[in-house]
Each structure stands twice: as C-alpha cells, then as structure tokens.
C-alpha cells in the first residue's frame, strides 16, 4: 500500500476490508456500483465484490434505508449510501423513527446492524441543499451512534468498528476531507466507537472538535501556539457513543473549553458537551465555555458568504484569544 | 381445501375474534391504555396468508397487526399481556398495541408509520435472496398505505431486483376516516398502481380465507420460483372504526350492514357446511377458541407489570442505553 492514502480512497477500502472477511457485509445507494460514488469513495467495490454484493438503486432514500433495515433485521450487515447528507430528510423516517426504536419496542428481539454512509458538511460551494452539517439531527434521536472521522485512518477504523457494530451507525463523511490525505492503517485497524482521541496535546485550552473542525482547530492551534497559546485538540470521533471522559479529562489540564461545530449554533453537539461540563466539570472551568458554531441561517452559495456562516479558524483563534485573557 | 384444513383456519379466525373482543372489553375495563386498532373483520386475509407461508418466511404488517401476530405464532396471552402493560407481553411491554413483533416465529413487527414496513420487506426479501434461503416476505398494509411515497418506492425496487415479497392490501375502503375512493384517483388503489411498477396486481375477497389462502399461495410459489414480486389487494371491512377514538359513524348503515353479512367466520362456517362438516363440530371449535381466549384474558390480568428498570435497557444491542462515557 502506498505512504499515503486519500480521505476518499480510505472509505471504499474500509468498506473493501469489511467485505473481505465478512460475507454479510453488502453495500447499496444511488450511483455506487459501475460509477463508484458520485463522490469516487466506493470506487473498485463492484469489481471486486461483484454486482451480488454491491447494488445500484434508483432515487429512492426511503426504499434504500428502509431496505437496509429489513436486511439488517434478517441476517446481512447492509452498508447504505445516502449521497449527500441534506437527503437524509428525505428519508428521515427510517432514522427518526423505524431503526432507533424497533430494537427497544421489541423488547430486544431485532437488532439492526446497520451503517447509513452519507457525504456531509460545507466548505465547497454546494448551496444550501447539499452543504449542510446535518449530524446533529441524528443526535436528537435515541439508538442511533453517530460517527465522523476525520482522518484516512479513522476513515478505515471507524468503518470497521461501524461495520461490525450491532448497532446502527450513522457515518458522516466530509466533503471537504474528501482529499485529504493520511497515512494507511494497518491491516485489521479498528477504531472503537466512542473513543474521542487527543490530536494536539496543550496545557492552556480546550477546544473540542469534529469531522472537518478537527484541521481547522489544528490550524488554529498553531496560529495560537505563534502567540504563546498551548491548545490541547481534541477529536470527538464519535457523537453517539460520546467520549465525555476525554473532555472531562482534557479540562483538568487546560481548565477552558471551547467547542469547534460545523453545524448550526441552534441545537448543535457542542451545546450536549458543554451542559455535561456545566454538570460535571464547573469546577474545572477557570473562563466561560464558548461554542464556535455556524449561524443559523442556510448555507449560502458564494465563497465569501459561506465563508461568513461556518466557522473559519480566524474565528476560533479570536475567540481563544477572548478566553485566554478572561 | 379439504374440511380438516378449513376447520384448522376457521377455528384460528375465532380465537383472533376473539381475541379482538375482549381486547375491545378490557380497554373499555381501563385495563388496555392508549389505543388499540382493531382488526375484527379481517381476519380471512391474516390467517389465509399465513397458512400459505412457510414457518421460515417473514411477515411485516402495519399498528392494525393483532390478527398479523395472532396468526403469525404470538399466543392470544402473550398480545393481551402486551395490550395491558403486563410484563409477560410479546415486546415486555415496550411496544403495545401497535407494535406487536415477534420475530421468533417470523412476525417482524407491527409499525405505526403508514406504510413504513413495506421498505423493510423489500430488504427483508433482499436478505433472502442475498442468503439463497428461498424465503418468501409478505408485507400487509391498508388501502390508505398506497398514497405515501414509499409504497411505490418499495414496488419499483422490489421489481426491479426481482424480489420474492408479496404486498398484500387489506382494502377496508376507508382510509382512517375518509374513504379512499375521495383521495386516490383509481378504483383499486393497490392493485391499479402494480402495473405501472411492472408487478401484476390481483384483486380477492379478502373476507373469503379460502380464497386468500389459494391467492397467496400461488403469487407466493411465483415468487419463490425468481418471477419476482406481486400485489394482491384483498377486500375487506373492519367492523369497527379506525380506532377506538373513531366510532366509525361516516359509515352508510346499509354498506356497513351488507359488509357485516360478508363476514368472515360466516363464509368459513358455510364453507364447513358444504364441505359435510356438522354444526356441532364447528360448535366444539368455538369452544375450544372461547376457552383459549378466556384463559389468556385470565393469565394476563394476573401477570405483574414491567420492572421500572426495564426502561432503561434494549436500546443497544448491549442491552444498554448509555449514550456517552
């Protein structure tokens, strides 16, 4: 394998290692197969894996989550593309209502070991319907985990954990990591879900990130470092499980917190996070916790307006700088 | 069908009868919370499908499923245990009247979304042929069921990846409240629409469970053989509203008095008639149904309620419900 791999070329050989030693494992979605993704992340699954293990649908969210359910409740490990993640609306139903509960109203009798993959974020000019960060509406919903890899590696990992998980895993991919590049993981690399990873260690502050947010906050932890700022970054990985230890932990170095969203303010992760460091770590906390988060408007198409409602590592480092002085 | 058979799947409507009345009285004991939506009425189009079906094949049906669970190999006890928030319930008492799953013996839930099950049949029947188990999946769903989007989705799919799913329409004609001719543009709502999904679509006298059962059984072997999937729409009535809320009083007096004439345990016993089978026979079977139905209405009534604890577990496949470290 070479030195480095593509964010994009990690998923289809996560997905690629999961069917290699597990028959189960199918995979289904719009665009997938002879096309290899519309975002070239499943690139080379069909002709290994053959057109009995890698389906094209049509255009029809609801039929292929739903059918990835019904497979998943009768003995396969379905993996289901949903292209961009604003079409996950489109079939919210099987998230919101259908896979997180039929486990729990059951009373345990079907598990739904599943993974929905869909490309998430902004940053690339897609307009407001295919640019949002939408993992936050999938933490409102009980028995779904969450995850959001930043990294090739984590890519590989997480997909593996994701995979053989009993649970279903909603997967969000980012756009803008799309090509990226990282080290390949080792063969059988697995990342445990729920296990936040400390990505630059530092003494004076917290910031606490996801996804895409996770090289901005590096970004923004150099800027400050040029400053005399030792920020400690942390990567959450994972929403559902949520590594709270890992924060909890990282304030009792830095005593200040600031979390790093994609999404909007309204509603956002970061606002979970910090209600659990109000609740079990005030005492920790030398400054207010502060969340850079989007506005709470639609993503705007133009650059510079885009630019304007996401966060930018200017405006983490402003505000570290804020809470640095406080 | 010879009068064993027949007498078999007349006495297996009565206990679902039955089962439906004294689900009915208990609500009205304050002994079954929430709602239940009963499917007295309909039960030729539950127990002739299943009798068609292999103990491997899998059933999904929709929050009108006592009569799906009941002929799908749930015991009267254990739905009315649910329906009464006993402990012993088919789900543990976590799902209640809509919701009632057994997966065990095939029954893979009961869902209260209008017509969100018949996606997960269509994976279902996916699994099957992924698997080369020749197991056939059966999605029942109201007439009302055909009007959301994903009906045809599942049609279109299940077709063009050739499935063996049957979707079987209990058509009651009334959409909820509204009778479905006022919302959908043709006359048979299920059966129309399979052509336009390249699927044939057969209309039955879902009242007739001789007919269901033979109707079922020759789409199921098409199915099975790789021919892929089919809709059969059964008409039928509910003899009651669309829920216990729902008195049903939009209902003209002479169609509900004409569709209570066609009722399904009358059609089996004539059947049982023409077939020499004697008043006292069929007499015995009542019996016997009367006797489970009582038992059960007994035994749920003494059966404890859930441990409060029981709230917090069968989110995750862990048991659990821990959502963070």
Redesign the interface.
Known sequence: MADVITYRDAVAEGIAREMRRDASV?CLGEDIAAAGGVFKTTTGLLKEFGP?RV?D??I?E???????????????R?VAEIMFSDFLACCW??LA??IPK??????????V?LVVRTANGGGLGFGAQHSQATENWALTV??LKIAAPATPADVIGMLAAAIR???PVVFFEHKGLFATKGPPPPPGHVVEL?RAAVVREGDDITLVALASMVPLALKAADVLAGEGIEAEVVDLRCL???????VLASLRKTSRLVTVEENPYQGGWGATVVS?VADEGFGLLDAPVRRVAGECVPLPFADTLEQQVIPTVDKVVTEVRRLAAY | MDAGALLDRYERMDVIRRTEKAAHDLFLQGLVKGTTHLAAGQEAIAVGASAALRPDDYVFATYRGHHHALARGATPEECLAELMSRATGLCGAKGGSMHLTKAATGMLGSYAIVGSHLPMAVGAAWSARLRGTEQLVVAFFGDGATNIGAFHESLNLAAVWRLPVLFVCENNLYMEYTPIADVTAVPRPAADRAPAHGIPGEVVDGNDVVAVEEAVGRLARRARAGEGPAVLEAETYRHFGHSRADPAAYRPAEEVERWLKHDPLDLARGHLAELGVGAETVAEADERARAVVERAVEAAKAAPPPDPREALTDVWADGGAAWRT
């Open positions: 199918v009995e389906w649908t049509p029809s609801q039929a292929i989550v739903g059918a990835a359910m019904g497979a998943a409740m009768t003995g396969m379905p139903d099987y209502n259908e039929v486990r729990y109203m059951t009373g345990g009798q079907v598990t070991p009980p028995g998980s009993d649970d729920g559902v499980p949520l590594d709270a230890a890992t659990v």
